[in-house]
């Protein structure tokens, strides 16, 4: 069997603060011997559970690198018992590049689980974690936002699961997180995804949508801030209660959540993120970027709810998503 060639520069059972890289071989044209350098920081004060921190699956996704960032310059070993292990750039190359895929394969690191010791190097990435860190860890949350193309309302994520007491530790920790929105989310294509293969090591597993648009805002990563704190507080990784505010409950329950453009064009946004919407209403139009004197297309809501995700760019494809409607959960 081919071991992973992922090696770290530090100790990853070590009691202490330990800044370093997972070191992954890549021979190229400028560099025979080279390598991915990956950021990495592990503090650990004792036996207790281990909490796996991820930023930038996709690469163009901020609010948790900045806050795990600021998490792996700050956090002191007495101030924890058990381990943390911070990956801020999850996807390495890609964060680099600022763009969702890694430039190196183009591999979707979250499409590529549970990756090969032998593949490409985002395949070698999701191999490593799915091998090495996912199984020395009890609780794992993967930072994510819309990227460059889709923004959503802010809201940690747990997912409907077939093991009722996992999905409600998730659902547990998804409320320590406290967003000003939780969702119980559906995936449109879970296959190869970081989440499944979390859920399937039978993990408590967290994830988020904190906005998008390739970018940040100070409220974005304040949400990132507290709620990273509020799961290692939740994990008993950190002393305290984790802060709590109000949240509303989302669920995407079925296919009619999604409204996808079948058409090209430029998009006239008829409702923004947060907006109550009916079914029936617009929630965007789509004008020829060819001609003028035509009618815009409409996009209708299927269902009613809350608009939780909008396309972001201002020109659209046939294919892209375009609104995701969640319904509000009592
Ligand atoms: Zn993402």
Redesign the pocket.
Known sequence: MTTNPISPTIPLDEDGVHHGFLRLPWSRDDSAWGSVMIPITVVRNGDGPTALLTGA??GD?YEGPVALQELAATLKAEETSGRVIIVPYFNYPAFRAGTRTSPIDKGNL?RSFPGRPDGTVTQKIADYFNTVLVPRADIVLDF??G?KTLDFLPFAAAHILDDTMQQQACVAAMEAFNAPYSMMMREIDNVGMYDTAVEDQGKVFVTTELGGGGTATAKSIAIARKGLRNVLKHAGILEGEPETGPTIRLAMPDDDCFVFATEEGLVEPCADLGDTVAKGDCLARIWPVDRTGATPVEYRAKRGGLLAARHFPGLVKAGDCLAVIAEVVD
């Open positions: 699956n996709h996704e979250n994510h936002s990227g």
